[in-house]
């Protein structure tokens, strides 16, 4: 659990000029290298090919390719449906074209903190030998302003079929995410889904710093991820979905606009994300943007990475889903 969580850590704190998809790609596969674990990278063209419109229109503006990397671990029955762990692997977020202001931009190395928290748990799990069967995706890009970048209007397709007007490049996270579940779904037919995400801004400003925000279509799996949070420390509280909220992201020109009004901004981010669960599998999406790093020490961190969603991944799945 401690290699894991360090990991994790490390995967946060690492510079974007050191860390980008295909480095942290390079990372894990030296992390996972010997272990049992079967790993699968797609590149660009690979992407392309399966229609991932969403994930390749956030990373076009960079020089960085993106990514999609998958760690599978078959510990449990054969046969049975594995867990799935998704992560956003932004490693580094500029807002694309929708620019964020300066001032404080340099912390955006952690928006691949979703990522970092999914590959940690992983490692947790497989070095330990888990007795469950896990598949972790996560979707790496870089998101940066360019003469190819993606503008603010544009439509993309993505690997479902359903098509997403783009109306702010910053909201580029659920673009990665919608792509990643649904390769997900297609290849392994999970059982239940979390993924883990720094996704918006408006999740600070409901829960500040100490609680990150899990949201669900399935009573019994928010609950567990809940009592893994307590258990480890990694506090969770459950917000509300539903299709009141999914209305304010309808398009008048899509299937689904990025972005809703700026009430509800965490709501209507899982609402997006709702949209590409399919058959009504159990899924939780933990938005974890104001939990990976801190301006103060904890219990179990210095200053910076906390190496949040680690311990928590381990620990759900050691309760539930291992004999």
């Known amino acids: 659990?401690?290699?894991?969580?360090?990991?994790?850590?490390?995967?946060?704190?690492?510079?974007?000029?050191?860390?980008?998809?295909?480095?942290?790609?390079?990372?894990?596969?030296?992390?996972?290298?010997?272990?049992?674990?079967?790993?699968?990278?797609?590149?660009?063209?690979?992407?392309?090919?399966l229609g991932m419109g969403a994930l390749l229109g956030v990373g076009q503006g960079s020089r960085r390719a993106s990514r999609l990397l998958a760690i599978s671990?078959?510990?449990?029955?054969?046969?049975?449906a594995p867990t799935a762990l998704v992560g956003k692997g932004v490693t580094f977020d500029t807002g694309g074209i929708s620019l964020k202001p300066p001032p404080g931009?340099?912390?955006?190395?952690?928006?691949?903190?979703?990522?970092?928290?999914?590959?940690?748990?992983?490692?947790?799990?497989?070095?330990?030998?888990a007795k469950a069967n896990i598949i972790a995706v996560m979707g790496l890009v870089e998101n940066m302003p360019d003469g190819n970048a993606q503008r603010p209007g544009d439509v993309v397709t993505t690997m479902s079929g359903q098509t997403v007007e783009v109306l702010n490049t910053d909201a580029e996270g659920r673009l990665v995410l919608c792509d990643a579940l649904h390769w997900t779904q297609e290849n392994y037919a999970p059982a239940r889904i979390v993924n883990f995400a720094t996704l918006t801004g408006a999740m600070i400003i409901a829960l500040g710093h100490d609680h990150a925000g899990v949201f669900s279509?399935?009573?019994?799996?928010?609950?567990?991820?809940?009592?893994?949070?307590?258990?480890?420390?990694?506090?969770?509280?459950?917000?509300?979905?539903?299709?009141?909220?999914?209305?304010?992201?309808?398009?008048?020109?899509?299937?689904?606009?990025?972005?809703?009004?700026?009430?509800?901004?965490s709501?209507?981010?899982?609402?997006?994300?709702?949209?590409?669960?399919q058959n009504g599998t159990p899924w939780a999406h933990c938005d974890i943007a104001?939990?990976?790093?801190?301006?103060?020490?904890?219990?179990?961190?210095?200053?910076?990475?906390?190496?949040?969603?680690?311990?928590?991944?381990?620990?759900?799945?050691?309760?539930?889903?291992e004999d």
């Open 1 to 49: 659990m401690a290699e894991g969580v360090e990991f994790t850590k490390r995967l946060v704190t690492l510079p974007a000029n050191i860390l980008y998809p295909e480095s942290f790609v390079a990372e894990c596969e030296a992390a996972f290298g010997g272990t049992g674990a079967e790993i699968t990278v797609l590149d660009e063209p690979a992407m392309e090919e």
């Open 73 to 80: 671990w078959k510990g449990g029955k054969e046969g049975e």
């Open 105 to 129: 931009m340099e912390d955006m190395k952690w928006d691949m903190g979703g990522a970092g928290a999914v590959a940690g748990g992983m490692l947790a799990l497989v070095k330990r030998k």
């Open 217 to 265: 279509n399935d009573d019994e799996w928010a609950d567990q991820l809940l009592a893994a949070g307590k258990a480890t420390g990694a506090k969770l509280w459950r917000m509300p979905i539903g299709p009141a909220y999914d209305k304010l992201i309808n398009s008048p020109i899509a299937d689904i606009k990025n972005v809703g009004p700026r009430p509800a901004g």
């Open 267 to 277: 709501i209507t981010a899982a609402q997006f994300l709702h949209r590409f669960i």
């Open 290 to 321: 104001g939990t990976v790093w801190s301006d103060r020490p904890g219990h179990t961190w210095d200053k910076g990475a906390t190496g949040w969603g680690a311990r928590l991944i381990d620990t759900l799945v050691a309760e539930n889903f």
